[in-house]
């Protein structure tokens, strides 16, 4: 056969194939299919809430108190003089005010309902380096309360640590489980495609008894490989946007209750032909493996 007539048969047997053993190739894009969608799902999921949990702040910050005698200017003086202190990295300026609104607002009362006078100073947030020690942050915080116009100090240090400690064992545990899942995930995946090629294995040995060469015997099944994986992929996608849409609107309201802003979106339209271009190239190495494999038990048999 030519090289034209050659792939225009390989191209009819790959969809004789499929009619021919309908069944089995149904069942594998559908198995293949709802496997690929736990992957994408669950990335797309990691992805969207990775952004938010990154930009969470790790550094202790340092409260500082001044006195309610200090007026603005020496306030600020104050901030300056925090602020040339090796150990910390930046410094905010909260005033009485706008602490007195915070305060009202992490109550859950409202400004009308309190008619008493501010009690709250002017108040100095140091955030200090990263990476120091509880006894380097507890130093610290003695060297700002022996500034003037500071009326006290306060600062939790253990939260920091808290959390970094839930991050690397749930990392850990994320890590475990995505193993395991991306090994079922390639066991699924190998077991369909190979479901649809041992089906037809008294064609691949015809094909052996004529004569024709392993390239010309492997092809249709490659192709067949490509086709299941990239329709399996396809489906995935399909799945994984149905489920984003059914969860997009109560996580975002459940995300708005803790002020965090979150975006729940389905991956751009490149990178879902890079998915399943990906997966075709999978399913086709695939199929042309388990083409080669049935194809060598035929031939030690005939030998």
Same mark, same amino acid.
């Given at each position: ?14 969809? !004789? ?92 009362? !409202? ?193």
């Amino acid at each position: 056969m030519s090289f034209i007539s050659s792939r225009i048969w390989a191209l009819k047997q790959t969809f !004789r194939g499929i009619f021919h053993a309908k069944t089995q190739f149904m069942l594998a894009v559908t198995l293949a299919g709802l496997t690929l969608t736990i992957p994408v799902f669950l990335g797309i999921l990691i992805w969207t809430f990775s952004e938010p949990l990154i930009s969470v702040p790790m550094h202790t910050e340092i409260t500082v108190f001044a006195d309610r005698s200090a007026g603005k200017e020496s306030v600020q003086r104050l901030n300056e003089r925090i602020l040339a202190i090796e150990e910390i990295a930046q410094t905010q300026v909260v005033p009485k005010q706008e602490a007195l609104a915070m305060m009202h607002d992490n109550l859950g009362l !409202r400004p009308q309902q309190s008619k008493a006078q501010n009690p709250l100073p002017d108040i100095v947030i140091a955030t200090v380096h990263p990476h120091l020690s509880d006894q380097e942050i507890a130093a610290v915080a003695k060297q700002i309360e022996r500034l003037t116009n500071v009326d006290m100090v306060a600062y939790d240090d253990k939260w920091a640590g808290h959390v970094s400690a839930l991050f690397s064992t749930a990392s850990i545990i994320l890590a475990i489980l995505g193993s395991i899942i991306m090994a079922l995930v390639g066991i699924v995946i190998a077991a369909s495609v190979r479901l649809t090629t041992y089906a037809q294995r008294d064609e691949i040995a015809a094909l052996y008894i004529f004569g024709a060469s392993n390239a010309f015997i492997c092809r249709p099944y490659t192709w067949r490989g490509c086709m299941t994986l990239a329709l399996s992929a396809a489906i995935s996608l399909g799945l994984s946007y149905a489920g984003l849409h059914l969860l997009h609107d109560p996580l975002i309201s459940f995300t708005q209750l803790y002020g965090v802003t979150v975006h729940l979106s389905m991956l751009s339209l490149d990178w879902c032909l890079v998915y399943v271009g990906m997966a075709a190239i999978l399913g086709g190495l695939i199929g042309a493996g388990t083409a080669s494999s049935a194809l060598g038990k035929i031939r030690r048999r005939t030998y």
